[in-house]
């Protein structure tokens, strides 16, 4: 009787923890992305060894916005650890770098870039932003590897797999 309520108890505790994986791995899987930031592309908006949860869903219904900041596969080598950028260029648009300064569509005004880390120099482009894709940097533009870098320059929509919703370790931050 004794072996047959142990028998029991272990049966429904293992009940517990395989619904606990598989809801986990669902999660982990199918609605949001937990990603480590492993360079300083994106200081001091993210900073290296920061622990970050992105939304799977959130371009479902919405197109990426300039500025939102995405986890997405590498252009130049899918298999390899997903990337963190911000969005500055949108399909169908020319971006161009100039003295550090980003124009867009021959804009005599430049982006407000005031969440980068600090100023930076030189000229790339122009950059013809293709349907469906996106041109990205990172925050740190000086210590950055991003579509100024890449062979391939462009974040194709269905490579992206997230949009960064919040920073929990160190620091909880939250990002619109």
């Known amino acids: 009787m004794k072996r047959k309520r142990i028998l029991n108890s272990i049966i429904e505790w293992s009940k517990c923890l395989v619904g606990a994986l598989a809801f986990a791995f669902v999660v982990n899987n199918?609605?949001?992305?937990?990603?480590?930031?492993?360079?300083?592309?994106?200081?001091?908006?993210?900073?290296?060894?920061?622990?970050?949860?992105?939304?799977?869903?959130?371009?479902?219904?919405?197109?990426?916005?300039?500025?939102?900041?995405?986890?997405?596969?590498?252009?130049?080598?899918?298999?390899?650890?997903?990337?963190?950028?911000?969005?500055?260029?949108?399909?169908?648009?020319?971006?161009?770098?100039?003295?550090?300064?980003?124009?867009?569509?021959?804009?005599?005004?430049?982006?407000?870039?005031?969440?980068?880390?600090?100023a930076t120099g030189g000229n790339y482009g122009p950059y013809f932003v293709p349907s469906g894709s996106y041109f990205v940097l990172g925050d740190n533009r000086n210590n950055s590897v991003d579509s100024r870098a890449w062979n391939n320059k462009f974040v194709a929509k269905e490579k992206i797999l997230a949009k960064i919703l919040v920073e929990y370790f160190p620091k909880i931050k939250v990002f619109n």
């Open 30 to 118: 199918a609605l949001v992305v937990n990603a480590e930031v492993v360079s300083p592309s994106m200081e001091s908006t993210i900073m290296t060894d920061s622990r970050i949860i992105g939304s799977r869903l959130a371009y479902l219904t919405d197109e990426p916005q300039r500025f939102d900041i995405i986890v997405f596969k590498f252009p130049d080598d899918e298999s390899s650890d997903p990337f963190v950028k911000r969005i500055i260029g949108l399909p169908n648009e020319k971006v161009e770098i100039k003295d550090g300064k980003v124009f867009i569509n021959d804009s005599t005004t430049p982006l407000d870039d005031s969440f980068i880390n600090e």
